[in-house]
């Protein structure tokens, strides 16, 4: 994987309110980043930057890997009496796509059965496939979802989350997505940025099949920071870090080998043990503090 975008030091104000505090994250090419916080967090104003809709920020977003971004910030809107084909061919006129990759993305999020119903007759979850293929005419190399799944039902929930990762798997195509669903994004997403109060205050990166065969240990220590710089230098997978705590992934038989290391460095750890809880219970806890 390469490095398609990146936000450094990332701050906005209005009047006397700090909406972003020095927020910083990469997004690598093809994988499925959920960004994860409470209203009022900042995760729709770092979406709106990304996509050029508030352009009132101090720090960078470097796009240099990036040619085009796609986008669906707010529920989509089509013309009802319009079809489905007939709605997505007007947006591809006016982004100068032709009818072929209209019928290419229809087919791609599952709607040709539905090209020449209008869509006043589609379902939530219908639209939703429709605005994400929308946001996808040009062909970007990111694309920015807000909510997609708010409002579906479980079924509609499932159908997007399958038709995201099927965008990310065959078109090598980056999505940072945000959810209030924590389950879906879980299984969703390859990573996830937590964010309160406009900082970034957790990373989080979840297994894959290859993963599954290791464990993820809590390390607690008064001096996280040093414990996950030493860990980090010495090869082991560090999934998240906060004040309190380092998570790492490994074998079962590496555990007193990273004690070990540990002591050696005169770090403190006041516990190791492993992990169960699930990412709403990693985003309850720190909605705590």
Do not use: W
């Not at 997505?88 to 982004?95: D, E, I, K, P, V």
């Not at 390390?219 to 030493?230: F, L, T």
């Amino acid at each position: 994987m390469n490095r398609v975008l990146s936000v450094n030091n990332v701050s906005k104000r209005v009047k006397d309110f700090q909406i972003l505090n020095k927020v910083s994250f990469e997004l690598e090419r093809g994988e499925i980043v959920g960004l994860i916080g409470p209203n009022g967090a900042g995760k729709t104003s770092i979406m709106k930057i990304l996509v050029g809709l508030t352009r009132n920020y101090t720090g960078e977003v470097d796009f240099s890997g990036v040619r085009d971004i796609g986008c669906m910030i707010e529920t989509p809107s089509f013309y009802p009496y319009n079809t489905g084909y007939q709605n997505l061919r007007y947006f591809a006129g006016l982004n100068g796509v032709g009818k072929e990759k209209v019928k290419e993305l229809m087919e791609l999020l599952g709607l040709m059965d539905a090209a020449n119903k209008n869509v006043k007759a589609y379902s939530l979850g219908m639209r939703q496939r429709l605005g994400i293929a929308q946001a996808l005419l040009k062909d970007p190399d990111v694309l920015v979802l807000d909510e997609p799944t708010n409002g579906l039902d479980p079924e509609g929930i499932y159908e997007v989350r399958e038709y995201i990762r099927k965008i990310a798997n065959e078109k090598n195509i980056t999505v940072l997505i945000s959810s209030h669903l924590l389950g879906e994004l879980e299984k969703m997403c390859d990573r996830a940025i937590i964010i309160k109060k406009g900082e970034v205050i957790q990373f989080m990166d979840f297994c894959d099949d290859k993963k599954e065969r290791q464990i993820t240990y809590v390390m607690e220590s008064p001096d996280a920071k040093a414990a996950r710089k030493i860990l980090q230098e010495n090869k082991y997978r560090v999934v998240s870090q906060n004040e309190r705590e380092v998570r790492i992934r490994i074998d079962a038989g590496e555990k007193i080998d990273v004690v070990k290391l540990l002591m050696s460095h005169h770090v403190v750890m006041t516990g190791l043990y492993e992990a169960s809880e699930t990412l709403e219970d990693t985003f309850l806890e720190l909605m705590k503090n």
